[in-house]
C-alpha cells in the first residue's frame, strides 16, 4: 500500500489508530474493483465484508414497499457494509458501484474486532452506525 492517506482515503476512522493498530488493520484488507453498475452489496445478504471506498462514488439503495429508495451515495473515505457487522443483522441496503470504483474489503468480524480494541475507533464506529440508521430511517419513512 502506499501513502497513509492513499491507504485509508482519509477516514477519519482509520486515522484514530495508531500506527501499530492500522497496520494490522491494512494487513486484513484486500482490494477490489468494481464497474458502473456493480452490485457490491446486496440487501438482505449475509455478507461478512466491510468496505472502504477508495476511489470512484457508490449509491446506496433499500426496497421499501416494492420502491427502490436511494439512501446516499458516498465517495472515497467512506465505509459501508458496516451495519450488519457491528448490529448482527442481514444487509440492510444495495450499494452499487456508480462508475468504475476501487474500494479495499475487509472481513467484518475481524475489522470490528480489532476496532474495539481502540475506544476512540469503537465510539466512532457505533456513532457511523447509529447516523446511518437514522438517515435511513428518515429516508425510508420520512421522519426527520
Avoid: C, W
Avoid at 78 to 85: R, T
Amino acid at each position: 500500500m502506499d501513502d497513509f492517506d492513499e491507504q485509508v482515503a482519509g477516514n477519519l476512522l482509520f486515522k484514530t489508530l495508531d500506527e501499530e493498530a492500522l497496520q494490522k488493520v491494512m494487513s486484513l484488507a484486500t482490494v477490489r474493483r468494481y464497474r458502473k453498475g456493480e452490485t457490491i452489496i446486496q440487501e438482505g445478504d449475509t455478507g461478512n465484508e466491510m468496505y472502504l471506498l477508495r476511489q470512484g462514488q457508490v449509491a446506496v439503495r433499500t426496497l421499501q414497499g416494492g420502491f427502490i429508495i436511494d439512501l446516499t451515495e458516498l465517495g472515497p473515505g467512506s465505509i459501508f457494509g458496516e451495519v450488519a457487522q457491528v448490529s448482527g443483522v442481514r444487509r440492510t441496503a444495495t450499494v452499487v458501484a456508480l462508475g468504475d470504483v476501487e474500494v479495499l474489503e475487509f472481513p467484518g468480524p475481524e475489522l470490528v474486532a480489532e476496532l474495539r480494541k481502540h475506544p476512540t475507533a469503537s465510539e466512532l464506529l457505533d456513532h457511523i452506525v447509529q447516523r446511518r440508521a437514522q438517515d435511513t430511517i428518515a429516508k425510508t419513512f420520512g421522519e426527520d
